[in-house]
C-alpha cells in the first residue's frame, strides 16, 4: 500500500537567457521549498515549448529533492512531463528509479501537483519505500 505525503510549496521560475532565437522555445531553474510532510528543497531546471495556439505547449523538467520525508533523511530526484492542451493541462511527475539517497534509498511514487485559486500551491506525493533497516 502507497503511502501519501502531502502539503504546500512555494516555488520561484528565473528565465535563463539562453539566446534562442525562438521566442516560443525557453529554459528557466527551479527554486522550492516544501512544507508539510515532505520538507525539502527542489532545484532544478526546464525547458518550455509555447505553440501558436493560446493556451498550448509543454513543458520538461528534471528536480532534485533533498530534506526529510515523513521523518526520514535523504534526496530523490523527480521528472516532470507537462503538456497544456488549449487549456486542458496534463501532467505527470515520477520519481526516478534508483535516485534516493540516504534513508529515502529505494524511493518510488509520483507527485500530483495541486494549483489553487490565487496561484497557491501544493503537492500529493504518492510512494513506497522499502522497511527501515
Known amino acids: 500500500m502507497p503511502a501519501h505525503a502531502t502539503g504546500p510549496f512555494d516555488v520561484k521560475v528565473t528565465p535563463q537567457d539562453d539566446k534562442s532565437d525562438d521566442p516560443l522555445l525557453g529554459r528557466m531553474t527551479l527554486d522550492k521549498q516544501y512544507h508539510?510532510?515532505?520538507?525539502?528543497?527542489?532545484?532544478g531546471q526546464m525547458l518550455t515549448?509555447?505553440?501558436?495556439?493560446?493556451?498550448?505547449?509543454?513543458?520538461?523538467?528534471?528536480?532534485?529533492?533533498?530534506?526529510?520525508?515523513?521523518?526520514?533523511?535523504?534526496?530523490?530526484?523527480?521528472?516532470?512531463?507537462?503538456i497544456t492542451t488549449q487549456n486542458t493541462p496534463q501532467l505527470t511527475?515520477?520519481?526516478?528509479p534508483d535516485?534516493?539517497?540516504?534513508?529515502?534509498?529505494?524511493?518510488?511514487?509520483?507527485?500530483?501537483?495541486?494549483?489553487?485559486?490565487?496561484?497557491?500551491?501544493?503537492?500529493?506525493l504518492e510512494y513506497s519505500l522499502p522497511p527501515s533497516q
Open 36 to 43: 508539510g510532510d515532505l520538507d525539502a528543497t527542489g532545484k
Open 99 to 124: 535516485s534516493g539517497t540516504g534513508q529515502l534509498a529505494g524511493i518510488a511514487g509520483k507527485m500530483t501537483i495541486i494549483i489553487a485559486a490565487g496561484g497557491k500551491h501544493s503537492y500529493d
Open 93 to 96: 511527475i515520477t520519481v526516478v
Open 49 to 82: 515549448a509555447g505553440s501558436a495556439v493560446k493556451g498550448s505547449g509543454a513543458y520538461v523538467a528534471i528536480e532534485k529533492v533533498t530534506g526529510t520525508l515523513q521523518g526520514r533523511t535523504g534526496s530523490f530526484v523527480l521528472q516532470h512531463t507537462g
